[in-house]
């Protein structure tokens, strides 16, 4: 008697592992770039535009004659990627890109934001400057920089924290999705993730994180627990694209390098009204979805009042 055929298992698809990956780790990184040729061919048209060298930034006196620290960032009608916006459709149309976006927010997700984002090394940040945000947490730029150049998000150096900092009261049914426009190393202010972050939903910032191995953190986050958690540095070459849950702990320290890194960040929301991945993965979560607080690391007036950096310990 011949033995009946097994029926194979359904095959394992890319929206399967984003779900899957977002679930265990609060992130995926794709194996497939966007196109690397598209990716330089931008990144040499906005180094056209200007020197990411000191020439960004005010003197000392200027900055302290009207001091600004919010409302620095880009902004619509003040955002370097207007300018280029038929040219980014290497990310934003790439198959691969879209099928994990898709799985996760649905077919009729939004883009929230999108915008350059640039690791200033430390040749081009002036030494008053440094003297300055030694050991700020949040070392932001756009405060210094003069107002020409603020249609780019400048950084030198960010503690751990969740993308969901940004969007007080709102539940995290969104993602961030970044792509590196040159090769990163670990001296060009990769990014770090911690890996399972998520799972303890949001918390306010900054984190209560303690080191306890070559890649391990403690991560406590009060009543929702506590959990070990993985860090993870990405690494990767030109068309690199990897996208985490807003409540995944990120960070990064300084550039290293003799060079700015230039990526392009996006932050992509749901919309639809049906079930989708985002509603699995938060089912998952033990701590809150949203916050009405999200930091108490600045004053009233945007400057910060905590000095502690617990990624440069990374």
Same mark, same amino acid.
């Given at each position: 008697?011949?033995?009946?055929?097994?029926?194979?298992?359904?095959?394992?698809?890319?929206?399967?592992?984003?779900?899957?990956?977002?679930?265990?780790?609060?992130?995926?990184?794709?194996?497939?770039?966007?196109?690397?040729?598209?990716?330089?061919?931008? /990144?040499?048209?906005?180094?056209?535009?200007?020197?990411?060298?000191?020439? /960004?930034?005010?003197?000392?006196?200027?900055?302290?004659?009207?001091?600004?620290?919010?409302?620095?960032?880009?902004?619509?009608?003040?955002? #370097?990627?207007? &300018?280029?916006?038929?040219?980014?459709?290497?990310?934003?149309? =790439?198959?691969?890109?879209?099928? =994990?976006?898709? =799985?996760?927010?649905?077919?009729?997700?939004?883009?929230?934001?999108?915008?350059? +984002?640039?690791?200033?090394?430390?040749? %081009?940040?002036?030494?008053?400057?440094?003297?300055?945000?030694?050991?700020?947490?949040?070392?932001?730029?756009?405060?210094?920089?003069?107002?020409?150049?603020?249609?780019?998000?400048?950084?030198?150096?960010?503690?751990? !924290?969740?993308? #969901? $900092?940004?969007?007080?009261?709102?539940?995290?049914?969104?993602?961030?999705?970044?792509?590196?426009?040159?090769? +990163?190393?670990?001296?060009?202010?990769?990014?770090? *993730?911690?890996?399972?972050? !998520?799972?303890?939903?949001?918390? $306010?910032?900054?984190?209560? /994180?303690? &080191?306890?191995?070559?890649?391990?953190? +403690?991560?406590?986050?009060?009543?929702?627990?506590?959990?070990?958690? &993985?860090?993870?540095? #990405?690494?990767?070459?030109?068309?690199? =694209?990897?996208?985490?849950?807003?409540?995944?702990? !990120?960070?990064?320290?300084?550039? @290293?390098?003799?060079?700015?890194?230039? %990526?392009? &960040?996006?932050?992509?929301?749901? $919309?639809?009204?049906?079930?989708?991945?985002?509603?699995?993965?938060?089912?998952?979560?033990?701590?809150?979805?949203?916050?009405?607080?999200?930091?108490?690391?600045?004053?009233?007036?945007? @400057?910060?009042?905590?000095?502690?950096?617990?990624? *440069?310990?990374?």
């Amino acid at each position: 008697m011949t033995a009946m055929a097994q029926p194979k298992a359904p095959a394992w698809t890319l929206s399967d592992q984003v779900v899957s990956d977002f679930i265990r780790d609060g992130a995926h990184v794709f194996q497939d770039r966007v196109d690397p040729a598209a990716a330089a061919e931008l /990144l040499a048209e906005i180094r056209a535009l200007r020197r990411f060298d000191d020439s /960004l930034f005010l003197s000392e006196g200027e900055f302290d004659a009207d001091p600004q620290y919010t409302g620095v960032n880009p902004m619509p009608g003040r955002n #370097l990627l207007e &300018r280029f916006e038929e040219r980014l459709g290497f990310v934003e149309r =790439a198959p691969h890109i879209v099928e =994990a976006i898709t =799985a996760l927010l649905g077919e009729d997700y939004e883009i929230l934001n999108k915008k350059v +984002v640039c690791g200033v090394p430390a040749k %081009s940040v002036p030494e008053w400057l440094r003297r300055r945000i030694h050991g700020n947490p949040v070392n932001n730029l756009g405060a210094y920089v003069r107002p020409e150049y603020r249609d780019v998000t400048y950084f030198y150096g960010i503690d751990f !924290h969740q993308d #969901l $900092i940004d969007f007080k009261d709102r539940e995290a049914d969104f993602l961030t999705l970044y792509i590196y426009l040159h090769p +990163v190393t670990k001296a060009d202010a990769p990014l770090y *993730l911690l890996d399972g972050s !998520h799972r303890l939903g949001g918390s $306010i910032f900054p984190h209560d /994180l303690t &080191r306890t191995g070559p890649d391990t953190w +403690v991560y406590d986050n009060g009543a929702c627990g506590k959990a070990t958690v &993985r860090q993870r540095i #990405l690494t990767g070459d030109t068309g690199f =694209a990897g996208m985490w849950h807003a409540c995944t702990l !990120h960070g990064t320290q300084p550039d @290293a390098a003799d060079h700015e890194r230039i %990526s392009l &960040r996006y932050l992509i929301g749901k $919309i639809s009204a049906k079930a989708v991945g985002m509603d699995t993965v938060n089912a998952t979560l033990t701590g809150p979805l949203s916050l009405t607080a999200t930091r108490k690391d600045l004053d009233a007036s945007g @400057a910060a009042v905590i000095r502690q950096n617990t990624v *440069l310990k990374a």
